[in-house]
C-alpha cells in the first residue's frame, strides 16, 4: 500500500510535467529514493506495472531507481558521516546530537520524453 | 520526433507536502499543538490519549482525530468522555493523509471551532511503515509501543522509531508476563534515535503518565511561547 501512494504521485506528477512539456509519451522516470525511506524494490516495480498501464503518456515508461545511502553532521564536532539505517549517533565523538543530510529521500529526479517536433 | 530529459527534481508526496504546511500555518494562527499518535493495532492509542487528556484537561481543551479502516469506535469512546472528535474511515488505505486532516480539521472548527482547541491528538491508523511518509501538520509524532509487541520492534521497524519525537512503552504493568528485553530495547534506541525522550507507561494504571504528561505540557508550553 505505501509503493502504491508513491506510485500514484509520482505517476501524477510525471503525466503533468510531461503534458505541461508537450511529451506525446514518457519513455523513462529516474527516482531518488533514500535507505531510510523503507521502500521495497519489488512492491515498487509491481505498483509502477499496475498503474503506468492506466495512464496513455506513462504506458511502458521504464523505471529507474537511485538509492541513497544515508548520512549524517554532528553537531558537536560537526563530523559528517556515513550510517545504516540504525545507526544515527556521531562515531567520532558520540554525540546524539546529529542531523540528517540524506538518506529519507522520495522525489523524482527527472523523466526521458518524446515530443512530436515538426 | 524528438527525446529530452525533464529535470524535476520534486519531492514525490509534492501534494501532500504542500498541504501539510498550510495545515501547520492553520495550527499555529490558532495556537493549536498537534500530535500525531503512531502505533501498530491494539498498542494503546486510544487509552493513551485518554490518560493524557484525563491529566491535561485542566489546563488544555483536547480534541481528537480517529483514523481507521473502517467503524466509528474510537470516535465513539472519545466523545463519550466529553471530547470533541472527528472520525475518518480510510476505506482501506492504510496512513492519513493531508487532504483528510484538512477535511477533520474543518468539521472541528465548524463544530467547536478552532480558537476551542488547544491540544489536537491524531490517532493514525495501526501501522508501522506508511504513516512515516505522510505528514500531517503536527507539532510531535509520538509512537507507542506495547510490551506484548515484543523488544524488537525497533529493529524490525527503524523508520518509524527514528521519526519519532516521543517513544511511549506501553502495558508495562504487564511487564512480567512477557519476555521484553529492556536492556536490548534501549540499546537499540540509542543509536536509532538517541534523541527522543522514552517513557515507560501503564495508560490504564497510570504508571508514568505524570512523567510523560509533564513533558508534554512543556512541549506545548514551549511551542506557545
Not at chain 2, 492553520?26 to 491494539?42: C, M, Q, T
Not at chain 2, 508495562?172 to 537499540?188: G, R, T
Not at chain 2, 494504571?205 to 508550553?221: K, N, T, V
Request: include cysteine; hydrophobic fraction near 45%; aromatic fraction near 4%.
Amino acid at each position: 500500500m505505501h509503493e502504491l501512494g508513491i506510485v500514484s504521485g509520482v505517476v501524477e506528477v510525471c503525466a503533468k510535467s510531461a503534458r505541461e512539456a508537450g511529451a506525446s509519451r514518457v519513455l523513462s522516470v529516474r527516482l531518488r529514493i533514500g535507505d531510510m525511506a523503507e521502500v521495497m524494490d519489488e512492491s515498487l516495480r509491481f505498483a509502477w506495472e499496475a498503474l503506468t498501464e492506466e495512464e496513455p503518456l506513462m504506458r511502458g515508461a521504464t523505471l529507474e531507481v537511485e538509492d541513497v545511502h544515508p548520512a549524517s553532521i554532528c553537531l558537536d564536532c560537526a563530523e559528517e558521516f556515513e550510517h545504516d539505517r540504525f545507526h544515527l549517533r556521531c562515531p567520532v565523538c558520540g554525540s546524539a546530537d546529529t542531523v540528517l543530510l540524506r538518506g529519507r529521500e522520495l522525489e523524482i529526479a527527472s523523466i526521458d520524453i518524446e515530443t512530436e517536433d515538426d | 520526433m524528438a527525446e529530452k530529459t525533464v529535470s524535476l527534481n520534486e519531492p514525490i508526496l509534492s501534494r501532500n507536502e504542500r498541504l501539510a504546511a498550510e495545515l501547520r500555518q492553520r495550527f499555529a494562527e490558532h495556537k493549536v499543538y498537534v500530535i500525531n499518535v503512531l502505533s501498530s493495532p491494539g498498542s494503546g492509542k486510544t487509552s493513551t490519549i485518554l490518560a493524557t487528556n484525563e491529566r491535561l484537561r485542566d489546563r488544555y481543551r483536547a480534541a481528537v482525530i480517529e483514523g481507521d479502516i473502517a467503524s466509528d469506535v474510537d470516535a465513539v469512546t472519545m466523545k463519550e468522555a466529553g471530547i470533541p472528535a472527528v472520525q475518518i474511515n480510510t476505506g482501506g488505505l492504510c496512513h492519513l493523509e493531508g487532504n483528510m486532516i484538512k477535511q477533520a480539521v474543518d468539521a472541528l472548527d465548524q463544530g467547536v471551532g478552532l480558537d476551542a482547541i488547544d491540544v489536537i491528538f491524531i490517532e493514525n491508523v495501526g501501522n508501522l511503515v506508511c504513516p512515516v511518509d505522510f505528514d500531517l501538520g503536527e507539532n510531535l509524532s509520538i509512537m507507542i509501543l506495547s510490551v506484548p509487541e515484543g523488544d524488537d520492534k525497533p529493529v524490525k521497524y527503524p523508520g518509524i522509531f527514528q521519526h519519532a519525537g516521543a517513544v511511549l512503552l506501553n502495558k508495562v504493568d504487564v511487564a512480567p508476563a512477557f519476555d521484553f528485553d529492556l536492556d536490548a530495547y534501549n540499546a537499540v534506541l540509542n543509536e536509532l534515535n538517541p534523541r527522543a525522550p522514552r517513557f515507560s507507561v501503564s495508560a490504564t494504571r497510570g504508571q508514568g503518565m505524570d512523567e510523560w504528561c509533564a513533558w508534554l505540557s512543556e512541549q506545548i508550553e514551549a511551542a506557545r511561547a
